[in-house]
T-cell receptor, first 112, second 116 residues
């Protein structure tokens, strides 16, 4: 079993919908949890990260981590066509652990 | 320009040829990484480097060679290209946040390599 599992989708939603993207992980040592966004033919870019459990909000985006169930979520409110991209979750063990573990990514399309 | 740049953006090469993909970053980040991205496999780590002259294997190193003589450059060489090495290759760099220890990677735009 891969350490970070992510449903590849694709996921298609109408503009304005709330989007929920999810990952599960198996290594309880993970402490940092990230979401990267990758547009077509571009490199991934860091969207946001959280440390340990809890929520973090940035505009229309909310990242949520539940360490007890080893579940990572990204919510997008009022989704826009410009949100159409592949979203990758990633984890890091702890401060000083430089290697990230990536999910395979979920492809999202927001239809106008 | 500040950032991380990869070259070439696109490359077609023949089986058996040697090809080098270039990666240059302007931040003096200590860590640099090479990934390949394939449908169904996601990002897979090929090699990484913690500093100049320090490199180590990742998940899928076979058939690849790296070097890092300068902090800012991290070239990836395919010694004898095979069709299975057709992929999109991403270089990334990272440094821990000064207070948090968080290693957020910054990726280049990628090199799309086709081996025919």
């Amino acid at each position: 079993q891969k350490e970070v599992e992510q449903d590849p989708g694709p996921l298609s939603v109408p503009e304005g919908a709330i989007v929920s993207l999810n990952c599960t992980y198996s290594n309880s040592a993970f402490q940092y949890f990230m979401w990267y966004r990758q547009y077509s033919r571009k490199g991934p870019e860091l969207l946001m990260y959280t440390y340990s459990s809890g929520n973090k909000e940035d505009g229309r985006f909310t990242a949520q981590v539940d360490k007890s169930s080893k579940y990572i979520s990204l919510f997008i409110r009022d989704s826009q066509p410009s949100d159409s991209a592949t979203y990758l979750c990633a984890t890091q063990e702890g401060a000083g652990s430089y290697q990230l573990t990536f999910g395979k990514g979920t492809k999202l399309s927001v239809i106008p | 320009d500040a950032g991380i740049t990869q070259s070439p953006r696109y490359k077609i090469t023949e089986t058996g040829r040697q090809v080098t993909l270039m990666c240059h970053q302007t931040w003096s980040h200590s860590y640099m990484f090479w990934y390949r991205q394939d449908l169904g496999h996601g990002l897979r780590l090929i090699y990484y480097s913690a500093a100049a002259d320090i490199t180590d294997k990742g998940e899928v190193p076979d058939g690849y060679v790296v070097s890092r003589s300068k902090t800012e450059n991290f070239p990836l060489t395919l010694e004898s290209a095979t069709r299975s090495q057709t992929s999109v290759y991403f270089c990334a760099s990272s440094d821990p946040g000064q207070s948090s220890g968080f290693y957020g990677y910054t990726f280049g735009s990628g090199t799309r390599l086709t081996v025919v």
